[in-house]
């Protein structure tokens, strides 16, 4: 049977944390919610959960990508849902690898934007690099 | 007289991609509203705007429609999610369905959201929506409303198992759909090599079930325009659309009882013509792990004398003599037989050995390609099936063509989507008249 444990619903405050399957898909440990902070364990192998989630103890290895209270209302803040990578690990030396050109070498986004950066239609950022 | 160039050339020249910007759009004119989410409603929406429509794209205020989180590789450096909060991404699952769309904010619960959608209908041709039955309704949005401020409105809600009947009241996916549609039926594992059916990777009820709807769409719009005058409430079940692509598999039911069964990679009605596994990897020097898998290739070879040539290339001239006739060979047991001794001749070869001693036999074959291979090919890049688009709010973007080409106003990707709410200052104060004021003060209220 597949058991894919994708929302982990606290018991306590009922709040709906969702471990997104990318960094979840291999992963054995403490995860917590973001609510309440209560921690549980969860295993799962290859995307299925195999074990948990039970109320566990000790630090959270891995936040909730993305959590809503009962309401329905998102919950953000640092320590309370997983921060989004900022740039993706390069595959081979396992470090952040920030991207600021494509395959063919052409410019794209790829630095830190402002508030105002995004606002428009056209992004500040890539009319300030067709300038250069 | 001028001679008429051969087919080839005057189709290069008719359809060149390169100057399709340099031509009138066939659905300019026309307004979308798109209040979708996920695949289904929005490749719908889509559709319409790479023929020009101008299609807008609303959805829930700072973290927008669940497709944006959904898939992995969501960087917020080269697609941020919005001006709310610039340090999150958007997920790649969100390329693909929303091309060439204006992108508001706008929540729907909310007394002024259902003011302010009222009076975008009113200006309106279409709207799109693909939440659950009667959710627009029970907000004051539905066609019934809609309608009355605007009777020449299209409205077109994509649902999972339609409006009404007992089964409709669930949220639909894409592998719901599938799995109750009846396609799991069908696809997959043989019952004696595993059994298991097989989810189609790609969201294919949603990306095709998005394609009937405008079709539905444009159908409408010719019957407003061209006889009635009056817009059309359209209704498109996702589950109901899989059934739709079952084949002959109802009929074959109805007419002997037979249940159609799933047959993995080869194909129930001629042999040969499936996949096999070829043993070596096209790329053993490459560091990248993905590429040191083995690789596979489609071989089709059901005529009897091309049957016998791939027995000749495979040294199995028994199996040439045994199987000769395709009544004998396209029984389920010889199939396995068959397959197998296809399998063990390639075990030593990359999928390109194979084709390559196919095709001196001339024996149709096709390896399987993934997208590094497809994006390589210059036949899909000369055609514009994929093509570098020039994102103006990403920079220069890898990104799959339309598949079609029209010869006068040619369907075109200006921009692959944008952050939620991009085009509030467009939209808002030139379709509704607000104020720079009045879409602060909407915005600092959450209202967009």
């Known amino acids: 049977m597949i058991n894919q444990g994708l929302v982990l619903t606290c018991t306590k405050c009922s709040t709906k944390n969702f471990l997104d399957p990318y960094p979840f898909w291999n992963f054995s440990g403490n995860t917590k919610c973001a609510t309440c902070d209560t921690l549980y364990a969860v295993k799962f192998v290859k995307g299925q959960q195999v074990s948990g989630p039970t109320v566990s103890s000790g630090k959270a290895d891995l936040l909730p990508g993305y959590a809503e209270d009962k309401n329905g209302a998102g919950i953000a803040g640092e320590g309370k849902i997983r921060p989004a990578p900022q740039a993706r690990p390069d595959p081979f030396s396992g470090k952040q690898k920030q991207i600021t050109q494509s395959v063919r070498g052409k410019p794209v986004s790829g630095r830190p934007v402002k508030k105002e950066d995004l606002v428009g239609s056209r992004a500040r950022v890539i009319a300030d690099l067709h300038k250069t | 007289m001028a001679t008429a160039p051969d087919f080839e050339t005057y189709c290069q020249e008719l359809f060149d991609h390169k100057t399709a910007f340099g031509k009138p759009e066939v659905l300019k004119g026309y307004r979308v509203l798109s209040c979708t989410q996920y695949i289904l409603g929005p490749s719908c929406a889509s559709y319409l705007a790479e023929l020009g429509a101008e299609v807008i794209k609303i959805e829930a205020p700072r973290r927008g429609e669940p497709m944006r989180h959904t ?170 659309g899989v059934t739709r692509m079952l084949e002959y598999s109802l009929p074959l039911y109805g007419r002997y009882g037979v249940r159609r069964e799933r047959w993995g990679n080869w194909d129930t009605e001629l042999c040969v013509h499936g996949i096999i596994q070829c043993g070596k990897s096209s790329y ?42 395709h009544d004998d060979r396209v029984k389920a047991e010889n199939q396995g037989t068959i397959y197998d001794a296809l399998e063990a001749w390639a075990k030593d070869k990359t999928k390109e050995d194979v084709a390559t001693l196919l095709d001196k036999a001339g024996i149709l074959n096709q390896p399987v390609w993934n997208a590094k291979e497809v994006s390589e090919q210059p036949h899909w890049k000369l055609r514009g099936a994929v093509q570098w688009i020039d994102d103006p709010m990403f920079g220069d973007l890898h990104h799959q063509g339309p598949a079609f080409k029209m010869s006068e106003t040619p369907p075109r990707i200006k921009w692959a989507f944008k952050p939620v709410g991009a085009d509030n200052e467009k939209v808002y104060g030139r379709l509704l008249g607000w104020s720079k004021s009045k879409i602060a003060q909407m915005e600092e209220a959450e209202v967009i």
């Open chain 2, 284 to 325: 053993p020097d490459s560091k990248n792990p993905q590429e040191a898998e083995v690789g596979y290739i489609l071989v089709s070879a059901h005529h009897d004398e091309d049957f016998k040539k791939l027995c000749d290339v495979i040294g199995k001239k028994d199996l040439a003599t045994t199987y000769a006739k």
């Open chain 2, 71 to 240: 898939t992995p590789f969501n960087e917020p450096l080269l697609y941020p999610l919005s001006r709310w909060a610039p340090e999150a991404g958007t997920g790649l699952g969100f390329f693909g369905a929303n091309p060439n769309e204006e992108f508001v904010s706008l929540d729907f619960h909310r007394p002024e959201a259902k003011q302010a959608m009222l009076e975008l209908a009113a200006k309106t041709d279409v709207m799109v929506q693909n939440y659950r039955p009667g959710t627009f309704d029970r907000w004051g949005m539905g066609y019934q409303h809609f309608s009355k401020v605007n009777p020449r409105l299209v409205y077109q809600w994509l649902g999972g198992f339609g409006g009404w009947g007992p089964g409709r009241v669930r949220a639909s996916y894409d592998i719901l759909g599938q799995a109750q549609g009846g396609c799991f039926g069908i696809t997959g594992e043989a019952a004696d090599r595993g059994g298991t059916p097989s989810k189609h990777t790609i969201w294919l009820a949603d990306y095709w079930g998005g394609m009937m709807a405008a079709v539905q769409v444009l159908a409408a719009l010719y019957w407003r325009d061209t006889v009635s005058g009056q817009g059309t409430f359209i209704e498109y079940s996702q589950v109901h």
